[in-house]
C-alpha cells in the first residue's frame, strides 16, 4: 500500500511523505493518506492530530523544533510511560507505535490514539461546563492522583523509571541548569527562591510515579466531567507524590490574582483547601507541607516557563500565532513571586 502526503506538506515538524511511508508500514489501524494538524496549546513537546482516509484519529508526539535540555523530551522514555500505566486506574491515550528512527522525521515520535474530550486550557473552556461537571472534575482529578500514586512502579514495570530518593535536590538542580541555559534576562528572585526551597526542604516521604504537570489542562475531560485521559508524561519520574498534590495548587489558586479570574473561581469546582484535605483522605498522607510543595512547584514553573519562552522565540515550538509572549514572560516573575509568598521570602 502505498502512503499518500496531505494537501498541506509545509507543516513544521512533520515530513509528511516520509512519515506517512513509516505510519503505512505500521499496525495502527490507519490507512492513508493522512492529514496533519499541529494542536495548539501545548508549550514543550508538540503534539499532531493525525486523520487517516476513514477519518480515524490518532495523535503524535515529537520533541520542539529547537535545541533542548539533553535529558528532556525523550520521546521513547515517555511512550514507555504510556505503555505501563495503559490498562491500569490511570486513564491515558492508547500507545500505538513508536519511531526511534531519527531520519523518518528528524526527531524521534510515538503515535497514540485520539483521546476525545474537554481539555480545559483556560476559563473560556471551564466556563462551557455545567457546575455539576465541574464538581465531578474537581473529584476526578483528586481521584486519578490517588490511583497514580497508588501503583506499584515495579508491577507496571517502572522501577527504574527513576533515583527513588533526593527527589527536591535532583529538581532543583536539574531546574536551575534549565533556567541557567534559557534566561533571557536576571530575575534574583529565581534564585532567591531556589535558594530558600533548598534550605527549607522537609523530610523525605516515599517515592512513587510522580507524573510532574498533573494539572487541569493536561487532562480530557468526558461528557459528565470525569477524566478520561492524562496528557503530558514528560516529566514523569520517581519522587514524592506531594510535588503532585503541591503542583495541582498551584495552579489552583484560591483566590485569583487581583484583575484575573481562575478556573476554580468558577461554580462547582473545589477549592484548594478541598482538593488537597481530600487527596489526604484518599491517600492518607498528610498535607502539612504543602505550601512548601506548592512554592517548589511555582519556582519549577517558572524555570519551566521561561525555557519554553525561549523556544519560542528561537522558532523552536512551530507556528503557534495564538501565543503572547509578553503575558509569558512576565509569567515567569508571576511565578517566582507566587513561590516567595508561600515561603514568606521578601524581595
Not at 526527531?107 to 474537554?118: E, I, L, N
Not at 477549592?271 to 512548601?292: H, N
Request: proline share 5%.
Amino acid at each position: 500500500m502505498t502512503a499518500h502526503a496531505t494537501e498541506h506538506p509545509d507543516i513544521a515538524g512533520i515530513d509528511v511523505e516520509s512519515v506517512s511511508r513509516w505510519l503505512s508500514r505500521q499496525d495502527c489501524g490507519l490507512a492513508p493518506p493522512y492529514r496533519f494538524e499541529l494542536i495548539s496549546g501545548g508549550r514543550s513537546n508538540l503534539t499532531y492530530r493525525v486523520v487517516d482516509a476513514a477519518g480515524t484519529e490518532a495523535a503524535l508526539r515529537r520533541p520542539p523544533l529547537g535545541h533542548v535540555l539533553a535529558t528532556a523530551h525523550d520521546m521513547a522514555r515517555e511512550h514507555r510511560i504510556l505503555t505501563a500505566v495503559w490498562g491500569t486506574e490511570v486513564p491515558v491515550a492508547r500507545p500505538l507505535a513508536l519511531c526511534t528512527d531519527v531520519d523518518v522525521n528528524g526527531a524521534p515520535f510515538y503515535v497514540m490514539s485520539f483521546a476525545r474530550g474537554t481539555v480545559c486550557h483556560d476559563v473560556e473552556v471551564a466556563r462551557t461546563l455545567t457546575p455539576a461537571q465541574r464538581g465531578t472534575a474537581g473529584h476526578s482529578l483528586v481521584e486519578v492522583l490517588a490511583a497514580l500514586h497508588a501503583l506499584d512502579p515495579d508491577e507496571v514495570g517502572l522501577g527504574d523509571l527513576g533515583r527513588r530518593t533526593g527527589y527536591v535536590e535532583r529538581q532543583l538542580k536539574r531546574w536551575t541548569a534549565q533556567w541557567e541555559s534559557s534566561k533571557t534576562r536576571e530575575v534574583p528572585l529565581v534564585d532567591a527562591v531556589r535558594d530558600r526551597l533548598a534550605a527549607l526542604a522537609p523530610p523525605e516521604a516515599e517515592a512513587t510515579i510522580a507524573h510532574g504537570d498533573y494539572r487541569i489542562g493536561n487532562c480530557a475531560l468526558g461528557a459528565d466531567g470525569s477524566i478520561v485521559a492524562v496528557f503530558d508524561w514528560e516529566l514523569c519520574t520517581l519522587g514524592d507524590p506531594r510535588a503532585d498534590i503541591g503542583y495541582l495548587c498551584s495552579w489552583w489558586p484560591t483566590p485569583a490574582p487581583p484583575g484575573e479570574e481562575a478556573i476554580c473561581d468558577l461554580e462547582g469546582f473545589p477549592d484548594r483547601a478541598e482538593l488537597a484535605a481530600s487527596y489526604a483522605e484518599r491517600t492518607g498522607r498528610g498535607v502539612e507541607t504543602i505550601d512548601y510543595f506548592t512554592a517548589f512547584s511555582h519556582w519549577r514553573l517558572a524555570c519551566i516557563g521561561q525555557g519554553v519562552y525561549a523556544r519560542f522565540l528561537h522558532g523552536a515550538m512551530g507556528d503557534q500565532d495564538d501565543v503572547d509572549l509578553d503575558q509569558m514572560r512576565d509569567g515567569v516573575e508571576r511565578r517566582a513571586r507566587a513561590a516567595a509568598d508561600l515561603l514568606g521570602l521578601d524581595a
